[in-house]
């Protein structure tokens, strides 16, 4: 019989045998080998020792239950992988099968965080207590990391709540419940308050069901809600794969597709049938490149990201008290709300008492929404508001050890607000701008303390984005920093460092996707299509609706700035193709985006978008001209990650992990891809399909780009140079 390394076998004179979960080797349990090999000798010992077992509990010895699939093991699974991922998962979910069919009643004792596989082993409980431990999460969002779960995922949860509520509930959206919300959506059956009361609701679980089963093991068992065979549930069916491909907007996430297929063709078959069902279709996707993306992005980079791989070493975190937030417009009255969250005192300073109190406003408008939806309680609320003193006066600013500048983009403007309260904020303050383009090294200037000036670029709207660059300018001191990093995790964002240059990364890199959405325009392709292509790419917004949102006299005052720099610096400005179409749009059409009332939508008085205008096909199409979709697409996609390439090669970009989270949480860059560094790595010939050919291919296809479209795609020398190296994009650190 294998040994069980990583599963304790604790019984009890009663005959109540606790499994205790405990991986010597990890922080966290996994479903690795030594799991496999463990969950198959308790099994093989359950059913020998049968007749001196009451019940089983699982529960764990670690903070958290238990923590899923391995994903070091799951990034590497190439297609020669394809049946020893298969076989793993097998010989797991039939252990589990084994226990859940002994006769005995089985309780999971939820004692942290139990996601993906963790959920799965207490779907295969009868019983399932969660405690009510803070900050703990119930769900499976295999599919946020483009995988399904396959440890019986699918199977179990269509079983207990029926398909629909099964996929809209838990398995599409990936949705992580805390344990009171998970007990609201039927994810759990009982909340206990503290460790005791975990063990002892198991225990009476046992005592009451002596003889419990699964309901799907139970004679005449139906799914709830109805499946394929009944004529009612059939006549709904086509709306699902519709509604899904709505809802991804065409975007190449093979995910959902297969959960869908899963869960619908597994309801129509025995249970065992229906777990290898979900095992195949699992194993499409891990060994598949957009699992690996997802995996690599919204795993590992967001750990590096998060836990600091950028901040200087050795500098003790200090946490900010009290913040000056100065401009209460649009993205002050969001930081104020985002830093009073966090439990920040915030001082919202703008021009008069009344400007100030309308940025408050907005606090007050996020706290009465989040009261009437239950995210949140009034006495929370009526803190968090508390926290936030609008004033025009600078002395409220006294005390403050952190200040954040959100006033007007304008150099001048920038320069006067600081010096008028330098000396009266706290002596060592940390001094932040929130300028989406200015450089940080020439509003430094404007204060006494340069090494304490650094540039906290946050997205709009702040509350919702998670987001935030941190920029480094020439004079910015580590210290400064390192504040800056631990202010920005303080209020649980995530933050990217990145050294001064004109647009920085984000700003800069997003300028590309829309210059290159309205030279196709330009060019003459249909507006519909080129909005369809950013969709199908994957891109959160379309293009031409993204530039009349920012205005289309943002990037005219940006190129002007930046025409200027160049040309003061020596050199040739290098004209873009979009360029002309702005200056028609605005110049000759008087369409200045959505703030104008007109853009490359029309808009109704509310300022609701409505049809594309006519007129873009009037002055712009040429009919019947077109060019492939996918060149469409991958011209947006490559603009980006061409363009990210030459910030590394320039040292504004010094991070990987940073390039990836950043292009996908701060401008929308397409999730499937993995980020933009990513892209290249996996770059398959194709938005999402087949598998990877990575840098070479992607230089080839540059080239090809560059041929057909223009220079701006010729691959910089630095991927050319990793691509014949065999190289791939990676932190090293
Ligand atoms: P906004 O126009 O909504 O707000 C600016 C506020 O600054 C106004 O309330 C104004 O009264 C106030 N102000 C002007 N002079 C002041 C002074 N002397 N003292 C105190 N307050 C003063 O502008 P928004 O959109 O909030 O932008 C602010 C800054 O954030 C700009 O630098 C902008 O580039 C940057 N930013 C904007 C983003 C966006 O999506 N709108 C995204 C990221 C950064």
């Known amino acids: ?16 045998v606790t499994l205790v979960l405990d991986d010597p080797n990890q922080s966290a349990n996994t479903m690795n080998q030594a799991f496999k090999d463990s969950i198959a000798a308790i099994a093989e010992r359950a059913e020998a020792e049968k007749d001196s077992i009451r019940g089983i509990i699982y529960t764990s010895a670690k903070k958290t239950f238990f923590a899923g699939g391995d994903l070091k093991d799951m990034i590497q699974a190439g297609p020669e992988n394809a049946q020893q991922a298969f076989d793993t998962g097998t010989a797991i979910k039939s252990s589990l099968r084994r226990i859940e069919t002994l006769g005995k009643p089985v309780v999971a004792a939820i004692n942290g965080a139990a996601l993906g596989g963790g959920y799965e082993i207490a779907l295969a409980s009868h019983h399932r ?24 995922g699918v199977t179990r949860t269509v079983r207990l709540m029926g398909i629909a509520d099964a996929l809209l509930k838990v398995l599409l959206q990936g949705t992580q419940y805390s344990p009171q919300r998970a007990l609201e959506n039927g994810l759990v059956h009982e909340v206990a308050a503290t460790p005791e009361e975990l063990l002892a609701k198991a225990r009476a679980f046992i005592d009451a069901n002596p003889e419990s089963q699964q309901p799907w093991d139970k004679p005449g068992y139906k799914i709830p809600g109805g499946t394929p065979s009944n004529p009612k549930f059939a006549a709904n069916l086509p709306a699902f794969p519709a509604n ?37 279709y699992f194993t499409e996707l891990v060994t598949g490149q957009t699992a690996k993306n997802m995996i690599q992005a919204f795993f590992f980079d967001l750990q590096a990201v998060n836990s600091g791989a950028n901040r200087p070493q050795g500098i003790e975190p200090r946490q900010v008290r009290k913040v000056a937030v100065l401009g209460a417009g649009m993205m002050g009255a969001g930081i104020a709300y985002s830093c009073a969250r966090a439990g920040i005192d915030v001082v919202l300073k703008d021009v008069s008492a009344e400007a100030a109190a309308k940025g408050k406003a907005y606090s007050e408008k996020l706290c009465a929404k989040a009261v009437s939806r ?33 006033v007007f983009e304008d150099t001048a403007l920038k320069h006067k607000v600081f010096q008028e309260i330098q000396n009266i904020v706290e002596p060592d303050a940390l001094l932040c701008s ?10 430094a200037e404007g204060v006494e303390r340069q090494n304490d000036f650094i540039g906290l670029h946050f997205f709009s709207p702040v509350d919702k984005m998670p987001l ?100 003061e610096a020596g050199g040739t400005w290098q004209t873009h193709p979009a360029e002309a179409v702005i200056d028609r749009m605005v110049d000759e059409f008087g369409r200045t985006g959505r ?74 860059f397409p999730g499937w891809t993995g980020g933009v560094l990513q892209y290249i790595n996996g770059y398959d010939g194709g938005a999402g399909a087949g598998t990877g050919t990575g840098l070479p291919g992607f230089v080839a296809r540059a080239r090809e780009l560059a041929e057909r479209y223009g220079e701006r795609f010729t691959p910089p020398a630095l991927l050319v140079e990793k691509a014949e190296k065999g190289e791939k994009f990676a932190d090293t650190k």
């Open 244 to 280: 899904l491909k709505k809802q991804l907007n065409g975007a190449p996430y093979p995910a959902p597709r297969n959960i869908l297929a899963a869960a619908v063709e597994g309801s129509q078959v025995d249970f065992e049938t229906a777990l290898i069902i979900e095992a195949r």
């Open 434 to 443: 929130n300028t989406s383009t200015l450089p940080i090294t020439v509003l």
């Open 374 to 406: 239950r995210r949140t309680a009034q006495e929370k609320a009526d803190e968090l508001l508390a926290r936030i003193t609008p004033t025009a006066d600078p002395k409220d600013l006294a005390g403050c050890d952190a200040v954040i500048e959100a």
């Open 595 to 668: 703030s104008g009332g007109a853009g490359f939508y029309e808009y109704g008085e509310d300022g609701k978008r409505g049809r594309l205008w006519p007129g873009l096909r009037e002055h712009f199409t040429k009919p019947g001209y077109e060019i492939p979709f996918k060149d469409m697409q991958e011209r947006m996609l490559f603009a980006e990650a061409l363009d990210t390439v030459r910030l590394l090669e320039e040292g504004v970009l010094t991070s990987v992990a940073d390039a990836n989270i950043g292009s996908i949480f701060g401008i929308g």
């Open 129 to 152: 207590v969660a405690l009510d431990a803070p900050g703990s999460k119930i769900g499976l969002p295999e599919v946020t990391l483009g995988l399904l779960p396959a440890g019986g």
């Open 468 to 567: 935030v660059e941190i920029i480094k300018g020439e004079q910015t001191g580590d210290e400064a920093l390192a504040r800056a990093f631990d202010l920005v995790r303080q209020i649980k964002k995530t933050p990217i460092v990145v050294n001064d240059s004109r647009g920085f990364f984000t700003s800069r890199v997003i300028g590309h996707f829309i210059n290159e959405g309205v030279a196709m325009v330009g060019e003459g392709i249909e507006p519909a299509s080129v909005e369809q292509a950013a969709a199908q790419a994957g891109y959160p917004a379309k293009v031409l609706s993204l530039m009349d949102e920012l205005t289309l006299t943002l990037p005219r005052k940006i190129r002007k700035e930046s025409k200027q720099a160049v040309e």
């Open 1 to 16: 019989m294998t040994e069980s390394t990583t599963i304790r076998w604790e019984q009890d004179e009663t005959g109540i």
